[in-house]
């Protein structure tokens, strides 16, 4: 979860890195540093917070010039958040420099071998071993990526690992094993990189590293290994977005700009999937309609706002296929010996395709033989990877920590399938799947009336900033909505927030209600009604007891009025559908909120926008 950079080339280094750690900010954001190696020497500098304070720092003492850096951000695990837990460690002679992401399992076995051989440790870091092991090999005459080999043999855990070598101004060395590195192909300069972003500016050509493998850069080469030195496949994969996708546009945060780019990203996701007969073509699922037959029961793992999506993709699934759907959070999965076999579909669900909790849960369904389909965002993560089948979101590039558009292609991506299957196993009319793809097609239309209408989101809140609680509360597939609205508010503005299923209020959260308390309720569409009768009698509860409600309804319900002290209106949609426009305001209320409080919006406090530690 920490953001990395290697670059090698002409330009000025320390620019370039930190550049792109501007750009990787979002995967933590505890302290920042860089090391550049020139006359021979490593030449280093790491603060404590955000980027700023670094870029503060090499202001006021620059670095020499140099074609060759690594870089950092970084979001803690071992050792608080301090200048020398700060990232790139040196080794005892400062012949090796070092950046990590991931942790090192053993390294208390490890520190515990260094200190014995006299060695001593100045950060609290498990990275800092790794920077001595490497080290002690370089000095025993291995070249970098020779020594990287070695020491990542010894490593238990996820990592990855990026260094150079005081004594080679012409390489940058990187190993991964569990943990995301990408190399951005340049002309006469190459780059390193968690992510496309950090090097988008500079080139759009780049090679997903895979499992346990080394790559050593220079300004002309890229060489590829595995971690017992024999020459490895690259595949070269172009990105489809450019640099303006990775920056805000004139919106204050991502966030806000990623929420109004949803329409789009909706649209995106939806493109190429379906003919005009809206029969639906999913080329990259690799599983065949036979096995797709075969299936009979589907278990969909996620984390977090994509565990979210995973139970409104239950309500669809099991509505338009028959297939028993079970949605489990990926960080409990294989922790309760699950009922999964070769009949079974696992859906990960993954806008970053990096989250550890998730890619343990799929690696552990593999070895129980299920098969696989993933739902993720990027292109080239390890999930999608590792994964039998994928549908990719086509959201772009997601930078906000808090995630948005990230969600509701998600659900589009839920949808899609669910419609898949149930055009290939037939438990779905034609006509009935065309019906819902009209539907589908017409979203990116009713999110953007939705945004077109938001002014009284804002001013809601900026008339709730000081409410230390709000609830959520939903019925159906308006309950994920209600527990992605809470999620949002939690994260951002960093107050109580819970989302409830309606009905389930009065079986103990009525207690809280009390005066004044802000209460916001997704109201299903009237064609359930009796879904909308049981809303409406949940929303008397609450007003009974003094709480404000804040209504989300369908245009022209008018039956929700008298329970309503302020409606939000959505356009008229399908139920099952109905989160891909409800969620919306729920979005821009928590945006609103959290900077109308003056928290950093993009990068709320201790969070990372990929978890890869489990
Ligand atoms: O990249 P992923 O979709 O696997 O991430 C899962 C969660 O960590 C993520 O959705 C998290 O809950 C977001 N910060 C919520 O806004």
Redesign the pocket.
């Known amino acids: 979860m920490c953001g990395i950079v290697g670059y090698v080339g002409p330009q000025a280094a320390v620019d370039t890195v930190v550049n792109g750690l501007r750009r990787l900010e979002y995967r933590g954001y505890d302290s920042a540093g860089v090391a550049v190696v020139a006359g021979g020497r490593l030449h280093l500098a790491k603060k404590a917070g955000k980027l700023g304070n670094l870029e503060k720092e090499l202001a006021e003492h620059p670095l020499p010039t140099s074609g060759l850096g690594i870089g950092h951000t970084r979001w803690a695990t071992h050792g608080g958040p301090n200048d020398v837990n700060a990232h790139p460690h040196l080794s005892a002679h400062e012949r090796v420099a070092l950046v990590h992401n991931g942790i090192v399992e053993n390294y208390v076995r490890l520190r515990g071998e260094l200190e014995a051989a006299g060695l001593t440790m100045t950060s609290e870091t498990d990275s800092e071993v790794v920077a001595h092991l490497v080290a002690q090999q370089v000095e025993a005459g291995a070249r970098l990526d020779e020594a990287l080999r070695t020491v990542c043999g010894r490593l238990e855990g996820t990592f990855t690992l990026v260094a150079v070598d005081s004594q080679d101004p012409t390489a940058v060395v990187a190993a991964r094993r569990n943990s995301p590195l990408v190399v951005g192909v340049g002309q006469g300069e190459n780059f390193l990189a968690s992510d496309v972003a950090a090097f988008i500016e500079h080139t759009r050509e780049a090679i997903e590293l895979g499992q346990d493998q080394v790559v050593r850069i220079t300004a002309d080469a890229i060489e590829v290994t595995t971690f017992d030195g024999s020459p490895a496949e690259v595949r070269p994969y172009h990105v489809d977005w450019d640099l303006s996708a990775a920056e805000k546009g004139g919106y204050d945060w991502f966030m806000r700009k990623e929420i109004h780019e949803q329409p789009r990203a909706v649209a995106d996701t939806l493109l190429g999937r379906y003919d005009a007969n809206a029969r639906l073509t999913l080329d990259e699922i690799r599983i065949s309609e036979d096995e797709l037959r075969s299936i009979d029961k589907i278990v969909v793992i996620?984390?977090?706002?994509?565990?979210y999506a995973g139970m409104v993709a239950k309500y669809a699934i099991e509505h338009w296929t028959r297939i028993p759907c079970e949605v489990e959070l990926?960080s409990e999965f294989r922790y309760r010996d699950p009922i999964v076999g070769p009949t079974t579909l696992v859906v990960a669900?993954?806008?970053?395709?990096?989250?550890a909790d998730?890619l343990m849960a799929i690696r552990h369904a593999q070895q129980q033989r299920a098969r696989v389909l993933a739902v993720c965002?990027?292109n080239g993560s390890t999930?999608p990877r590792e994964a039998d089948a994928v549908i990719y979101t086509h959201a772009g590039p997601e930078i906000g920590?808090?995630?948005?558009k990230?969600?509701l292609t998600?659900l589009v991506a839920c949808y899609l399938l669910g419609l898949y299957l149930a055009q290939v196993r037939g438990t779905k009319f034609g006509d009935e799947i065309a019906a819902v793809m009209r539907e589908l097609a017409a979203m990116p239309d009713a999110i953007a009336a939705v945004l077109d209408g938001i002014q009284p989101v804002l001013d809601l809140a900026a008339e709730f900033v000081d409410a230390p609680s709000v609830l959520f509360l939903g019925r159906h597939v308006g309950y994920p909505v209600a527990l992605e609205g809470a999620?949002?508010l939690k994260?951002l503005a960093y107050i109580h927030a819970e989302g409830f299923a309606a009905g389930e209020l009065k079986h103990g959260p009525i207690a809280l209600l009390e005066n004044d308390l802000p209460v916001f309720a997704v109201v299903p569409p009237k064609g359930r009604d009796m879904l909308h009768a049981k809303v409406l009698s949940n929303l008397q509860e609450v007003r009974a007891r003094g709480a404000r409600t804040v209504v989300l309804a369908e245009e022209d319900d008018h039956d929700v009025t008298p329970y309503a002290d302020v409606l939000i209106r959505l356009p008229r949609v399908s139920t099952l559908l109905q989160p891909l426009v409800a969620t919306v305001p729920l979005q821009v209320f928590a945006c609103e909120l959290a900077s109308r409080k003056g928290h950093d919006v993009d990068q709320p406090r201790n969070?990372a926008?990929?978890?890869t530690v489990e």
């Open positions: 996620a984390c977090g706002t994509a565990f990926a669900i993954s806008q970053s395709g990096e989250t998730t965002n990027t999930i920590v808090a995630s948005t990230g969600f998600q999620l949002k994260e969070l926008k990929s978890v």
